[in-house]
T-cell receptor, first 112, second 114 residues
C-alpha cells in the first residue's frame, strides 16, 4: 500500500518554465510534508517543507501548495534552471518520530 | 563537520554472505535512520533509532538488523544476503529546529547481491 503517491514519474521543462510535481497522501494523521532533492550519486537533501496549518510556503523559486481537504500537496519550481535537473521526492510523517514515507520520485530535466 | 558518513561506498556480496553497513554522524543528533532506495519505489525506511540504545522497525525490516552503538554510530547488518536486497542504502540523522525537521543523508552504499 503506497501511502504517498507522486506524479509524474518524469518531467521535461524548458529553461525559465514552471515545473510542477504533485503528491497525494492517504493518512490524515500525517503532519509534516517535506520535499527532498537528489542529484545522481548523492544522498537526498531537504529542499522545502510544510505543516498542514498553512496552505502555501515559498522559499525563493520553490513553493509548496497544500490542500488539506483533498489530501494533496505540490511542489512548484518557478523559472526552472538546468541546475534544477534532479530527482525530487515528496514525503510525509506523523508525530515526532521523523519516520518519513516517501513518494516514488520524479526525475526532472530542465532543457537549456 | 563531515555530516553523515557511510562505509563502504560499494559492495558486492554472494547470496548468503553477511555484511555490516556503517554509518556515523558528527552533528550530535539523537535520531538516526536507515533507508533503502530502489528504482520506482522511492526511499523506504528499514529501521530507525530515536536515541542511543533504542531501535524500532520501519516499513521493510525483514532480513536486517541494526545496532545503535552510541550517539554517533548506527549500523545495519545483513545476516544472510539475498538478491532482493540489492539496493542503495542511505543512512540519515535528524535535526529538529522549531517547526522544521531536517534529515541529513549520507552519500549511500551501493550493494549488489549475486
Amino acid at each position: 500500500q503506497q501511502q504517498v503517491k507522486q506524479s509524474p514519474q518524469s518531467l521535461i521543462v524548458q529553461k525559465g518554465g514552471i515545473s510542477i510535481i504533485n503528491c497525494a497522501y492517504e493518512n490524515t494523521a500525517f503532519d509534516y510534508f517535506p520535499w527532498y532533492q537528489q542529484f545522481p550519486g548523492k544522498g537526498p537533501a531537504l529542499l522545502i517543507a510544510i505543516r498542514p496549518d498553512v496552505s502555501e510556503k515559498k522559499e525563493g523559486r520553490f513553493t509548496i501548495s497544500f490542500n488539506k481537504s483533498a489530501k494533496q500537496f505540490s511542489l512548484h519550481i518557478m523559472d526552472s534552471q538546468p541546475g534544477d535537473s534532479a530527482t525530487y521526492f515528496c514525503a510525509a510523517s506523523k508525530g515526532n518520530t521523523g519516520k518519513l514515507i516517501f513518494g516514488q520520485g520524479t526525475t526532472l530535466q530542465v532543457k537549456p | 563537520n563531515a555530516g553523515v558518513t557511510q562505509t563502504p561506498k560499494f559492495q558486492v556480496l554472494k547470496t548468503g554472505q553477511s555484511m555490516t553497513l556503517q554509518c556515523a554522524q558528527d552533528m550530535n543528533h539523537n535520531s538516526m535512520y536507515w533507508y533503502r532506495q530502489d528504482p520506482g519505489m522511492g526511499l523506504r525506511l528499514i529501521y530507525y533509532s530515536a536515541s542511543e540504545g533504542t531501535t524500532d522497525k520501519g516499513e521493510v525490516p525483514n532480513g536486517y538488523n541494526v545496532s545503535r552503538l552510541n550517539k554517533r554510530e548506527f549500523s545495519l547488518r545483513l545476516e544472510s544476503a539475498a538478491p532482493s536486497q540489492t539496493s542503495v542504502y542511505f543512512c540519515a540523522s535528524r535535526e529538529i529546529g522549531g517547526s522544521q525537521e531536517t534529515q541529513y543523508f549520507g552519500p549511500g552504499t551501493r550493494l549488489l547481491v549475486l
